[in-house]
């Protein structure tokens, strides 16, 4: 896999470069124009776009924002992108009408060398997320004649076989960007042969999203941790009640099963923070793990499982972490993921925080990034990766 270091040392002054960067933001919709809540994945692709244009490169950025359905729509425009981009890098950023038409074409064709265009957003056209491999390539066919060679620094995208991502890099030279290449060397290090003990966090939303990693995990980890909203279907699994707590039926039985194969290593919360209702305002209490009652859902782990995780994390020397413990966009379910994030900070070996809430989380409750060996953009990408899944946004850039 060539890195855009070896595209630099060719020399990529006046060249145009297509950069496919990560820039899916979370947007605050409710003020009048939208306003990014956590610009994270901007600054992550910094690096890979300062050095391009610090080299004289014309760079030409695609990227996705949210999911617009295959057609241009004002709420998912990468306007607000553009403008924190430019602020950003302190040059202007020019935003194209379109993704690969007329106005990329005459844009992309106007940049002097150090100057950075974005396009609109790739999934303002349908054939981006096709499965139809030629829908597919017309539009590749389309972004690369817009440039001369493809870097690839959009790790939170490389497990889609999207047109700006797979079919694209078929077409011209194609390089991993920085963000890229450091993803690829932590999660090289996490399953090659990672210093033991071995312990992986996960949390968030769906069990059903992550029961495949964890399948493949648990042969390798010395302990699996268990919190968020995808406890409660294995705590049903040991036959407790969980209340009105995310709950999936359907699962129970697989859980049941990686209970029984692999129960001494998987440990689930002792305590939960439970409400009468998802609100901020809610009346809060903490229960027993085996006694959520009828009438409340659990929304945060409790303080003796934040000790139990704590204590479970304490010898560690590897440690993946995936999925908020709780609810911790509203502050009373937020002290499950504090106290998980900041045990996981003070690990003695690698610590890697995967997943685009988790790393929201780490932001938004204040903690600091710098405690952790990588903060990964790529959420359903690092899973899969973990999965030992082929990505074929990494397959293409290999050959
Ligand atoms: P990541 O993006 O880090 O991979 P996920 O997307 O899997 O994480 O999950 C994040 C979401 O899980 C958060 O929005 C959080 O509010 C939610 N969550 C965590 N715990 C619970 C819970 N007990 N009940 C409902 N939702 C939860
Ligand atoms: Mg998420």
Same mark, same amino acid.
């Given at each position: 896999?060539?890195?855009?270091? #070896?595209?630099?040392?060719?020399?990529?002054?006046?060249?145009?470069?297509?950069?496919?960067?990560?820039? !899916?933001?979370?947007? @605050?919709? %409710?003020?009048?124009?939208?306003?990014?809540?956590?610009?994270?994945?901007?600054?992550?692709?910094?690096?890979?776009?300062?050095?391009?244009? #610090?080299?004289?490169?014309?760079?030409?950025?695609?990227?996705?924002?949210?999911?617009?359905?295959?057609?241009?729509?004002?709420?998912? %425009?990468?306007?607000?992108?553009?403008?924190?981009?430019?602020?950003?890098?302190?040059?202007?950023?020019?935003?194209?009408?379109?993704?690969?038409?007329? @106005?990329?074409?005459?844009?992309?064709?106007?940049?002097?060398?150090?100057?950075?265009?974005?396009?609109? !957003?790739?999934?303002? *056209?349908?054939?981006?997320?096709?499965?139809?491999?030629?829908?597919?390539?017309?539009?590749?066919?389309?972004?690369?004649?817009?440039?001369?060679?493809?870097?690839?620094?959009?790790?939170?995208?490389?497990?889609?076989?999207?047109?700006?991502?797979?079919?694209?890099? *078929?077409?011209?030279?194609?390089?991993?960007?920085?963000?890229?290449?450091?993803?690829?060397?932590?999660?090289?290090?996490?399953?090659?042969?990672?210093?033991?003990?071995?312990?992986?966090?996960?949390?968030?939303?769906?069990?059903? @999203?992550?029961?495949?990693?964890?399948?493949?995990?648990?042969?390798?980890? @010395?302990?699996?941790?268990?919190?968020?909203?995808?406890?409660?279907?294995?705590?049903?699994?040991?036959?407790?009640?969980?209340?009105?707590?995310?709950?999936?039926?359907?699962?129970? =039985?697989?859980?049941?099963?990686?209970?029984? *194969?692999?129960?001494?290593?998987?440990?689930?919360?002792?305590?939960?923070?439970?409400?009468?209702?998802?609100?901020?305002?809610?009346?809060?209490?903490?229960?027993?793990?085996?006694?959520?009652?009828?009438?409340?859902?659990?929304?945060?782990?409790?303080?003796?499982?934040?000790?139990?995780?704590?204590? #479970?994390?304490?010898?560690?020397?590897?440690?993946?972490? !995936? $999925?908020?413990?709780?609810?911790?966009?509203?502050?009373?379910?937020?002290?499950?993921?504090?106290?998980?994030?900041?045990?996981?900070?003070?690990?003695?070996?690698?610590?890697?925080?995967? $997943?685009? =809430?988790?790393?929201?989380?780490?932001?938004?409750?204040?903690? =600091?990034?710098?405690?952790?060996?990588?903060?990964?953009?790529?959420?359903?990408?690092?899973?899969?990766?973990?999965?030992?899944? *082929?990505?074929?946004?990494?397959?293409?850039?290999?050959?």
């Amino acid at each position: 896999m060539r890195s855009v270091d #070896d595209l630099l040392a060719e020399g990529v002054s006046g060249r145009r470069v297509l950069l496919r960067a990560d820039l !899916n933001v979370p947007l @605050d919709l %409710s003020t009048r124009s939208p306003v990014i809540s956590d610009d994270g994945r901007i600054t992550a692709s910094l690096p890979t776009l300062q050095a391009l244009r #610090d080299a004289g490169a014309r760079v030409i950025v695609a990227a996705h924002l949210g999911r617009p359905k295959g057609a241009p729509d004002p709420q998912f %425009s990468l306007a607000p992108v553009a403008a924190r981009l430019s602020e950003l890098l302190g040059v202007p950023v020019a935003l194209a009408a379109d993704v690969a038409g007329e @106005d990329a074409t005459a844009k992309a064709g106007a940049l002097g060398d150090g100057d950075v265009l974005l396009l609109e !957003n790739v999934r303002f *056209e349908a054939a981006e997320t096709s499965k139809d491999d030629a829908a597919r390539g017309e539009l590749a066919d389309r972004l690369a004649a817009l440039a001369d060679v493809y870097v690839d620094d959009a790790f939170g995208a490389v497990h889609r076989k999207h047109a700006s991502v797979f079919d694209v890099a *078929e077409r011209l030279p194609h390089y991993a960007g920085r963000l890229v290449a450091r993803e690829l060397e932590v999660l090289t290090r996490l399953t090659a042969d990672p210093e033991r003990p071995y312990v992986v966090v996960l949390g968030g939303s769906k069990v059903s @999203d992550k029961l495949a990693v964890i399948e493949a995990l648990l042969p390798k980890v @010395d302990r699996l941790l268990i919190g968020g909203g995808m406890c409660f279907t294995f705590l049903a699994a040991q036959d407790h009640g969980v209340g009105s707590s995310l709950l999936e039926a359907d699962q129970v =039985d697989t859980c049941r099963r990686l209970l029984t *194969e692999a129960g001494d290593k998987i440990v689930l919360p002792v305590d939960v923070v439970c409400a009468d209702r998802f609100a901020a305002d809610a009346e809060v209490s903490v229960t027993p793990a085996d006694a959520v009652p009828d009438d409340l859902m659990g929304l945060d782990v409790g303080p003796l499982t934040v000790d139990l995780f704590t204590a #479970d994390l304490a010898d560690a020397r590897t440690v993946f972490w !995936n $999925g908020p413990m709780g609810v911790f966009e509203l502050a009373p379910f937020q002290a499950g993921t504090r106290g998980v994030a900041e045990a996981v900070g003070t690990v003695d070996g690698l610590s890697v925080v995967g $997943g685009g =809430d988790s790393a929201a989380a780490v932001r938004q409750l204040g903690l =600091d990034e710098a405690s952790y060996g990588h903060i990964s953009t790529g959420g359903g990408a690092s899973l899969e990766y973990l999965e030992g899944r *082929e990505l074929p946004g990494l397959a293409v850039l290999a050959d």
